[in-house]
């Protein structure tokens, strides 16, 4: 690959390298990005101002300051949403962050069934979020649905959308089947990419397979683990879909998470500066959980995992 | 060189920077909905998506005929139209004319006035002031102005039963609150559910609240509430409806599965044509869902009766609650409001009358009940049409006869009382605090 | 299709030839694991079972589904399911979906490109600048601005067509685009470029005849992705779209179902109907898709 290169021009020489390189001009980015914040940040922009208003969708907004704010923050609804909405973030990246991880590091090393498998475990992915949810809903339908003849053999109520924990779980566990394939191939994918060398070496010295797994797999999947856990992580926060299929929020508000409670603010009450407020505290949200986990695992530095190699 | 790149990154950003905030400040200078839509030629109507639709979509093929400017029916899937009413109203895509209930459905489009008064209209109309029950079109106005012409049938909320059930376990339609029991204990004994209830959607646990409070109360409690009075909701009678309806849960009266059972797809009014629940507390429009879903069951088994009193209530046993019937009301800002008013005038006529009855409705123009006999039960049609002319008080459905700002907590509320989440206090102080 | 960037030595070990036809020469990387073995087994039960019920039951009776066994094969299948959700407009549902994916896919390569080059090619503050803000984007969830997109499109005149979904879903789907888009072109190395820029190319030749054919796999792994979340998506559709003209097949099934729903066997014979153009687009291009997800891990 470098054997073209004269010794002078490395990859630290590219400044010197400027003019003669053709790069491309800034503007070629400009349209794409005029784009996304006309349709995704001055929306995030909006939603923020909107909070500081009320609006009912018919007539204009009007400012109210801190109203929305402070009634929020009292808001015990507003508090259930979000430990619900925390609490089935953790569920879900606690059922299929190690089981992806298993499968994957498994997947990645078998040959022979390895390609079937994934045929099989991308199909979840094909389908919509909203298809899945109708489906499981007409499985799990206390009267009609599979579940009834199903749940007896596991030991469970066929009425689980109906109960307080059945129906969250339901949640997690709906979209847990419809991702974990996901995650699932991003861990092979991050698996395959790990030297055989380092695993040889390891077991020359010894090692057995639980060590080189903690001591070799983990650590050099950390990218990816970082980025597959915030997209899960984002991902759960948003599940709506779902929600609105499934359960509308019930029993009861058990599975108002945080954006059903949005939408139902927004666009049943029509209490739409509310509805941007918690928005707003989503998007919050999402964002700190991201930021924290790149600081933690060094992602945002781009470090490769080959270092002193 | 390194500068020019800087410049050229400094003037890119400005331009994006300018770009945007043209685009944010032209957004927010005009906020406010737009004219309706509707192309010139065309109005359209959105109509609650339901089995009853095809009645409508006949009226607009006829109209259609004859008017130069043609009426575009948009059925709206039931489960969401009040969402997607609001929605469209707030664009500038709103129908020209629109299906609703009267009431509280109406006051925020009458508060912002969308709403084209249709008083002087109807006063000038013999067609219109004289085709009508006029306690009707009153249940449609707001502040003393009529907003809506009536085009659905009369809809109030009736215990329906499955007669082979009934009779298979040898007992009657329950007429007072012993009676009530002893059914739920006989069909609970057998594992059949008492009452089918599509918990799901929320408003199905509704009807048995405002029943109950009827009953117990009488109308006037809630008069007061939907007046404006939010600490009605702190009168006794509240407090018992609550434990009333804590006490039949607790029972076993709507089986276990309610809380995931929905009506619109379906599934309540299957479990009663099954046999799986042997009474269903539901508007008279479950009639026309069972001859549409299962009409073997609509016409051999399907029975009917009024809600039981409650021992010690004082509410009338003759009172009904239900929607009077569902109205139609004209966006102000329609380009067609001549074609509008004349479509909404095909809703007195005979045929349009007719046309509700063939489909097992009810109507509630003043010649309806000369044609009840041509029902294709005549028996159903006649014992509706008396249970609303001879109620003395016909409370509207709360969660039509309050806006959207209290009827969504409103429902929530239940919800939550009936899926055993707060207790009947909880539920009278939240509904007390309701903003 | 990614460079073997492995040390020497290791890429010895491997047998000659296409690595992943299975020859019996290659070693496995880690030694079997029977509890994973088992445990992908389970999965693969979970995924297979609630997929088999969808099709079989879609074939059933809606008497047969409603009172007896939903696991059973089915004894008397029939295809009216599927003509009655054909009868019901399916198929314009189809075409308007298809148009909403054609049209986000195009505005995403087209917009995305750009800025991932120039994000790889350049190294200012403010294209890194830019870089970064993107990155964030894949944290902004679209319920958060579904609000102010309400009101904006309104605004614009686009409530109830097609470009409301297709505009804000492009937007969404740009940053993990350039995400991934950036990832494949870093991997033309400096070289290439300087080869090409002694050749006197112009910035514009070096994109179309450099990065973008090396970039390939990255492209198609977007295209398909964005074609698969425009085809997807829900919440866009459902809030800021409402006649049947605009209609697309997720509000279109979520309609059906709330007024069907008891009708299980026609509800499922709608999803597998919503699913086969899908399918199809993934039998031919498995490969891709594949090779592209797991390259996002391995960054």
Known sequence: MSHHTPVAKRHGDRKAAVGSAGRPPLAWAVPGILFFAVFAIVPLAIAVYLSFTEWDGLNSPTFTGLDNWTRLFNDSEFGQAAWLSLLLTTISWAFQTPVALLLGVWAAGRQRSRAFLSAIFFVPLLLSTTAIAILFRALLDPNFGVIQTIGPWLGIDPNVMGSSTGALLVVAFVGGWQFMPFHTLIYQGGARQIPEVLYQAASIDGAGMVRQFFHITLPQLRHTITTSSILMIVGSLTYFDTVLIMTKGGPGTDTTILPYLMYRTGFQTYDLGYAAAVATALVVVATSISLIMVRLSGFGSMRSTREGM | MRSGIFTQGTRTTRWAAAGAAMVMAGVLAGCGSGSSGGDSGTITAYVYGDDAVKVQQAAVETFNKTSKVKVKLVPVPGVDYVNKLRSAMGSPNAPDVFYNWGGGSIKPYVDSEDLVDLTSTVKNDATLKDGFIPSIMTAGSLDGKIYGVPMRGMQPVMLFYNKALFAEHEIEPPKTWEDLQAAIRTFKAAGITPFALGGAEKWPELMWMEYLLDRIGGPEVFRKIQDGDTDGWGHPAVLKTARTVKELIDQGAFGKNFNSVDYGSGAAPTLLSKGKAAMHLMGSWEYSTQLGKAPEFAKKDLGWTTFPTVAGGVGDPANIVGNPTNYWSVNARTEHKDTAIAFLKTMASKTYAQALVDNGDVPTTSNAASMLSGSPNPQFATDQYEMVQKAPSFTLSWDQALEAQYATPLLTEISKLFAGKTTPEQFVEAMKAAK | ?299
Request: glycine share 8%; proline share 7%.
């Open chain 3, 1 to 299: 299709m990614s460079i073997d960037t492995r040390p020497a030595s290791a890429q010895q070990l491997r047998a000659p030839g296409p690595p992943r036809r299975g020859r019996p020469v290659r070693r496995r990387r880690s030694p079997g694991n029977p509890v994973a073995g088992i445990g992908s087994l389970i999965w693969l039960v979970i995924v297979l079972v609630p997929l088999y019920t969808l099709v079989s039951a879609s074939l059933m009776r809606q008497d047969e589904a409603l009172d007896g066994d939903p696991l059973a094969i089915p004894t008397d299948p029939t295809l009216e399911n599927y003509s009655f959700v054909l009868d019901s407009g399916f198929l314009a549902l189809i075409g308007n979906t298809a148009i909403v994916a054609v049209a986000t896919v195009a505005i995403v390569l087209v917009l995305s490109v750009p800025v991932a080059y120039v994000a790889v090619r350049t190294r200012s503050r403010l294209s890194s600048l830019a870089f970064r803000t993107f990155l964030l984007g894949v944290a902004i969830p679209a319920q958060a601005v579904i609000v102010p997109l309400y009101l904006m499109i309104g605004k614009m005149g686009l409530y109830d067509t097609l470009w409301a979904i297709i505009l804000p879903t492009a937007a969404f789907a740009m940053p993990v685009a350039v995400l991934v888009l950036s990832g494949t072109m870093r991997d033309v190395s400096e070289e290439m470029y300087e080869a090409m820029a002694l050749d006197g190319a112009s910035p514009v030749r070096m994109l179309w005849q450099l990065a973008v054919p090396l970039s390939r796999a990255g492209i198609s792994t977007v295209a398909i992705f964005s074609a698969l979340q425009a085809w997807n998506g829900f919440l866009f559709p459902l809030i800021l779209t409402q006649s049947e003209e605009q209609r697309v097949l997720t509000l279109g099934l979520f309609n059906f179902m709330s007024q069907f729903g008891v009708n299980i066997p026609a509800v499922l014979a709608a999803v597998v109907l919503s699913v086969i153009p899908i399918f199809a687009v993934y039998l031919v291009a498995r490969r891709a898709l594949i090779n592209g997800l797991m390259g996002v891990g391995g960054k």
